[in-house]
């Protein structure tokens, strides 16, 4: 703590250290009588109160954000500055594809990239702290806020997680004027609600938080976050916002988290609603212990602010939480410049041509192609095309929590589409007539966009039937009369059970809520200009009643062989109304180029724990034009302590290839990544047996033996 926090703290009236502690959204800070009349009354606050709190949520804008901060430093006793804090997640201006298909992307440089583009962007608009990333966990796609998240795979999100915040605060431990400050939520756990539904129970075991859950916000942590989220969800039976033991033992002790801990909206409040605080100030003592450091929104420290019946222990705690808050907003350099980052001409930053190209090209590396039927895609540029679908002309391709991006300003499919291909006949219908049906008869390819609303994904969206309504797939059906290609591009933010696409579809491009640029992306993939770079980074299943099904499960005591047996034996771990097999699998996704994988070794058969190993392999370009590739590296372990996923991706590295091209690739893997947690809560890497599998997805690959001694 400098010396300039502790004299200022010895300045500060109780009153005024909660209202550190407390964070307002902005229309309590609107001009005039809106504040005291709207909802500083609904919330029986007095304007005393507005100008002791801490931080404000979602306001952006040179305007705002100045008329604001001048204003409540004109009322503000102590001349403390306001910290704006606002959900920046995948683009300020400038909007990025949802996080689901930068991870997609495989590609951390360019998750990097697209994060410090929106970082600049919303510091220019005055924002000091982002609530980003999210790094949870997801496996299930009735759960809306999957579109939020790294995918169902615990080293890509913790790969994607450090890439996020290493973006976002520019490489820097805090954030210069010209960068953001992240806040990696929500701890912990929340994307395994029950049942994929919204703010339900969570019950994992700490085991499997630990092995599974953990390691997106743990590499958060490390690369720098200085915030961390409160979850709304419970873990071993109590709120995560008011858990001890998850908050100070596990996120502060063992993750070694030092920084600035912010509730989810309202949810110190919504500990009465679990059930477990009678009132706010019984919900407010438990944050409070837990280590929350401000309440956002539910006005719950607020009711601590008479503390004549506090314990000094618990007055103790306010002044660590003021203290972490000060030195918070002293390392942003805010008391010096309440206004940091805050550019006049904000808009010069924004949505520059070179945020735009990266816009695009993100679009086209989260792309995935699902199906091309006899190598239908890509098509030349004169080719007949007949446009229709909900998609064709509609430009809502920005998806959830693009809170600054404006539609507006999104090129349509159709738009992008006039402009490189020369005979595009597009149909507005959804139900198509008949003069629509002669019209489509006289194309040479059909391209259909579908998908659900940007409205269908992102929070307090779950959905019991993740699928594309009746009528999309009526319209499906119309086309597969006309006997023509079909192209369907898929505008989607959560996996689907995709099945009468796919068998409708000659084609089938996932190009998910694909951002400003989303459009011009899937033209240039269209044309064949690039290839879709996108591999799965979630399950997508075959049958509803699969669901969670993800790749790294455990293999059980009776797992399926592969083979043919598994037919005639029942007694396996299995349904007796579907296959176990997913529609598409993690890592999965197709090029236009023909690649192999070949002669895959390693440099040495056994290894010491401290070892990495050298992952040989030979990969090939068949075809006359570029490619890319992901190359997937999986570690099975014969025998652990605890049982052990069946594989886990534990390297990957995004090649691109010229025409005809053969190259030999190194991955390096360290050991120390084949650690996991033992059932006494350790992490340890095993001595024992391991296989190891390279390929194209979490499926194939070349497989080879290792030993660790
Ligand atoms: C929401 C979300 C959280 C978001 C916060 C502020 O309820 O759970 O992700 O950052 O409120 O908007």
Not at 22 to 30: E, H, K, N, V, Y
Not at 198 to 206: A, M
Not at 343 to 369: G, M, Y
Not at 439 to 459: H, M, R
């Amino acid at each position: 703590m400098s010396q300039f926090v502790k004299e200022l703290i010895s300045k500060m009236t109780f009153a005024e250290k909660i209202g550190q502690m407390t964070q307002l959204s902005g229309d309590f800070f609107a001009s005039g009588n809106a504040a005291i009349t709207g909802p500083l009354q609904q919330a029986n606050l007095s304007q005393a109160d507005l100008y002791r709190v801490g931080s404000v949520l979602g306001v952006s804008g040179f305007e705002q954000v100045k008329k604001i901060q001048t204003n409540y430093l004109k009322q503000s006793r102590l001349k403390i500055p306001l910290l704006f804090m606002a959900d920046v997640v995948h683009g300020y201006r400038t909007i990025f594809p949802i996080p689901l298909a930068l991870a997609a992307s495989f590609d951390p440089q360019l998750v990097r990239q697209a994060s410090e583009i929106f970082s600049r962007e919303a510091a220019a608009g005055g924002v000091h702290v982002t609530f980003a990333p999210m790094v949870d966990l997801v496996r299930d796609p009735r759960w809306g806020r999957v579109m939020e998240a790294n995918g169902e795979d615990p080293f890509l999100n913790s790969q994607l997680a450090k890439a996020s915040v290493e973006g976002i605060q520019g490489l820097r431990s805090i954030p210069d004027a010209e960068h953001v400050a992240a806040c990696v939520k929500h701890f912990a756990g929340y994307g395994a609600v029950e049942a994929g539904r919204e703010y339900n129970t969570v019950d994992v075991s700490e085991w499997r938080l630990r092995d599974q859950y953990l390691s997106g916000y743990q590499a958060a942590i490390d690369a720098g976050a200085p915030l961390v989220m409160t979850a709304f969800n419970t873990f071993q039976g109590k709120p995560a916002t008011g858990n001890y033991h998850l908050m100070r033992d596990i996120l502060r002790r063992e993750l070694g988290f030092q920084g600035l801990l912010i509730s989810d909206w309202d949810a110190i409040g919504e500990m009465i609603a679990h059930g477990t605080a009678a009132d706010l100030q019984a919900a407010a003592q438990q944050a409070l212990k837990a280590g929350v450091d401000i309440d956002m929104m539910s006005m719950a420290y607020l009711k601590l602010a008479n503390h004549n019946h506090l314990s000094s222990n618990l007055v103790a705690l306010v002044d660590q939480a003021v203290e972490r808050i000060l030195n918070f907003k002293e390392s942003l350099g805010l008391f010096a410049d309440p206004f940091r980052g805050l550019a006049q001409r904000a808009e010069k930053q924004n949505l520059t041509t070179k945020n735009l190209q990266l816009a695009q090209q993100a679009a086209v590396e989260s792309a995935v192609l699902l199906k091309n039927k006899n190598d239908l895609l890509p098509l030349a540029k004169d080719c007949k095309i007949g446009l229709v679908g909900n998609y064709a002309d509609n430009p809502d391709l920005l998806g959830s929590w693009s809170w600054q991006g404006k539609t507006t300003e999104t090129p349509t499919i159709k738009s992008a589409l006039k402009a490189k291909f020369t005979k595009i006949s597009s149909i507005q219908n959804q139900q198509l007539q008949t003069a629509d049906l002669q019209l489509l008869k006289q194309q040479d390819v059909i391209v259909a966009c579908l998908g659900l609303s940007a409205q269908q994904s992102g929070e307090a969206t779950s959905m019991t039937q993740p699928q594309l309504p009746e009528e999309q797939l009526a319209l499906l059906r119309q086309l597969q009369q006309l006997n023509k290609p079909v192209v369907t591009v898929l505008i989607t933010g959560r996996p689907l059970v995709l099945d009468p696409l796919v068998k409708s579809s000659d084609s089938l491009l996932l190009l998910w809520f694909p951002g400003s640029r989303g459009a011009a992306a899937l033209t240039q993939i269209l044309l064949g200009e690039e290839e879709p770079g996108g591999r799965l980074p979630m399950t997508f299943p075959q049958d509803l009643g699969q669901i969670p099904l993800y790749y790294n499960h455990f293999r059980t005591g009776r797992p399926l062989t592969g083979n043919q047996s598994d037919l005639d034996n029942k007694y396996l771990s299995k349904y007796i109304d579907q296959v176990n097999q997913p529609a598409f699998c993690f890592g999965y996704g197709l090029g236009y180029a023909k690649t192999t994988l070949s002669e895959s070794q390693l440099d040495k058969e056994t290894y010491q724990a401290s070892d990495s190993i050298q992952v040989m392999v030979k990969i090939e370009n068949h075809s006359d034009i570029a490619a890319k590739q992901v190359i997937q590296v999986y570690s099975q372990q014969i025998v652990g302590e605890t049982v052990r996923p069946l594989w886990e991706l534990k390297a990957f590295q995004k090649v691109k290839l010229q025409p005809k091209e053969i190259r030999k690739i190194e991955i390096d893997l360290p050991l120390s990544r084949l650690k996991y947690i033992h059932s006494d809560l350790k992490s340890r890497l095993d001595p024992g047996n391991y296989r190891l599998k390279v390929g194209f997805d979490s499926q194939s690959g070349l497989r080879q033996s290792f030993k660790i001694i």
